[in-house]
């Protein structure tokens, strides 16, 4: 029987984790994304919209405030005889007693006859105004315009010309209202509005994303259930679903079903063809037997080989048709045990010691599979033994590992278990490594065997995705790692 110093890492079939990922890909994220973005963009709008509709009103409000002060300012002013300005304007705002505080007027003669001024207490100094030229009075003799207050602030001027007697003598009447307080008015309320918007927002779209992610629930529950399919643990998707994802879920237990039917018909079709070769074998190397002689050898030697290519490519016929359809399930403690007992017994002469962990291990493949690789490593190992054997059997956590990541765990979490057969025995030289690698190829001709032990070994773990690698043991021989995949 061949052996091997090291297999490279097997080919390895890549499946689609069933986890939902969160990421760019995950429907949730793109509904959550653009529902977010919308949302946003939403509140952007509002926020501009109501934001310039408070403008337009405030300044409405403004220059219609200015509008009425200039009004009560005119009909508080009148001329005496001599040409003097009289009145005291009373216009019901204290600002306008108050110093600096932005709010002023002012009456000013605008025509011959007429002296002196009058101005509110909150005017100190006097407010520079354009000029007629640069600001144009309408056909009402009124303009309006912005300037610079006393303190700097901006200021709001309603400006008019009005005829106070018969004599046509006229003043110049102007009303100043503080701009800026208006646009720190404006910038609070805009701050107001941003902060109540932000959390009204905010809220919003966790609620929208709570909402999505409980709708999308069903899709998770999908995933489980065919997680418990592949797993072994479940035949077909159970539940009730969304009218939505029922048909889903229908065809996909219609596509279970007909993968159950294709493994049995090609399973039935494997045992037929097993069988309808087993007999025309037996007789070809009965006869090469009573034949006798250098003939009657090779005969019976090539049909006996005939029958052990054929055992193991429909082996492998048959591990490939359920490798992709529902996983099976096989505990790996009581296989192991049993089997070292056999070969105790037919092995006396080795000693042979067997190291299990103290948790089950469950196998995701089928009992007839995991036999035959034991049993081929183990009669391998007490082929080549000098007198000891040692077995071990331990799970692997961790991420990665050499397997193929399990479609039913969580992305980059594999569950592995790994089986561990070394023996006493001379092991490989290095230069011959490369020639155990091949089929049928036997590094010791006066052992018995087809050289096909190995090769067996290699496709069913292959077939499996796991790793085979041979080392050199710490006695002396040689040591087979074989990695697969377990449930959980």
Known sequence: M???RKAEPLRQTVRTPLSLRFGPRSLAFRVIAFSTVWAILTLIVIFTLITTLYRQANERGFDSLL???LFNLIGSVGVSEGGSLTGAPDLGDLRFSEPKSGWYWSVEPASEGVSGELHSSSMTTAILSPSVAEVPFNASFQRSYTTEGIDGEELEVFESEFVLDAKNRAARFRVMGNRTELEQEISAFQRRLLTYLSLFGVGMIAINAIAILLGLQPLRRVRDALAMVREGTAQKLDGRFPAEIEPLADETNALIENNKRIVERSRTQVGNLAHSLKTPLAVLINEGRALGGAKGQLIAEQAASMQKQIDHYLQRARVAAQRDSVVYR???APLVQRMVRVLQKLNPQTALSLSLPAVDIVFAGERQDLEELLGNLLDNAMKWAKSAVAV?????????GSAKKSGAGKEGAVNLFEISI???GPGIPEDKAREALKRGRRLDETK???????AIVADLVNEYGGVLALERSSMGGLKAVVRLRSLH
Do not use: F, M, Q
């Open 448 to 454: 018995p065997g087809t050289g096909l032990g190995l």
């Open 67 to 69: 509008s009425a002060h």
């Open 330 to 332: 096989t505990p790996v």
């Open 392 to 400: 071990s059997v331990a799970p692997i956590s961790g991420k990665g």
């Open 422 to 424: 070394e023996d006493d």
């Open 2 to 4: 061949s052996r091997r």
